[in-house]
């Protein structure tokens, strides 16, 4: 496998609301997340299908209120790439939200790529971006439901 399997634990629940809320963060301060950090090939992300499935990170699948969160690997457009994605139960809700944090300094800082929303569709993912064997290049996929808000980003890989 072209990529280091490289896990780590997520350190507080507020550490991990704070990151996941946020779509850089780094010494200097923070801006907020947006879809079009990674759409249409921004920094290096690949737009993909949203019911694209691939090889699921060890680690995951997370379920938060019915709804399945995994971090994915395959090949997409002959290249390596992981991606997040949300696929929804009998009981999610539209307004359920998929992201995919991605860093190139071990999580220092990273861009959050999303959040995407489900809306009526059964599955959605986040766009793709290429792995690496950088033990520094992780990826870590996070979500939240409604109506109760709760949000959750698993460990980094």
Same mark, same amino acid.
């Given at each position: 496998?072209?990529?280091?399997?490289?896990?780590?634990? /997520?350190a507080t629940a507020a550490a991990l609301?704070? =990151?996941?809320?946020?779509?850089?963060?780094?010494?200097?301060? $923070?801006?907020?997340?947006?879809?079009?950090?990674?759409? =249409?090939?921004? &920094? =290096?992300? /690949?737009?993909?299908?949203?019911?694209? /499935? +691939?090889?699921?990170?060890? +680690? @995951?699948? $997370?379920?938060?209120?019915?709804?399945? $969160?995994?971090?994915?690997y395959g090949t997409v457009g002959g290249?390596?790439?992981?991606?997040?994605?949300?696929?929804?139960?009998?009981?999610?809700?539209?307004?359920?939200?998929?992201?995919?944090?991605? *860093?190139?300094?071990?999580?220092?800082?990273?861009?959050?790529? +999303?959040?995407? *929303?489900?809306?009526?569709?059964?599955?959605? *993912? /986040?766009?793709?971006?290429? *792995?690496?064997?950088?033990? &520094?290049?992780?990826?870590?996929?996070? =979500?939240?439901?409604?109506?109760?808000? @709760?949000?959750?980003?698993?460990?980094?890989?």
């Amino acid at each position: 496998m072209a990529h280091r399997l490289r896990r780590g634990l /997520t350190a507080t629940a507020a550490a991990l609301s704070l =990151g996941c809320g946020l779509s850089i963060a780094g010494p200097a301060g $923070f801006a907020h997340a947006a879809a079009s950090d990674c759409d =249409g090939g921004r &920094n =290096g992300f /690949t737009d993909i299908s949203d019911s694209l /499935t +691939g090889r699921v990170v060890p +680690g @995951y699948p $997370f379920e938060i209120g019915g709804s399945h $969160f995994s971090l994915e690997y395959g090949t997409v457009g002959g290249v390596q790439r992981g991606w997040a994605h949300l696929a929804a139960s009998g009981i999610s809700f539209p307004q359920d939200e998929v992201w995919m944090d991605w *860093t190139r300094d071990g999580g220092a800082s990273w861009i959050q790529c +999303g959040p995407f *929303t489900l809306g009526s569709k059964s599955s959605k *993912t /986040t766009a793709a971006q290429h *792995t690496s064997n950088d033990h &520094n290049w992780r990826f870590r996929a996070c =979500g939240k439901v409604y109506p109760s808000g @709760y949000s959750y980003c698993g460990p980094w890989w």
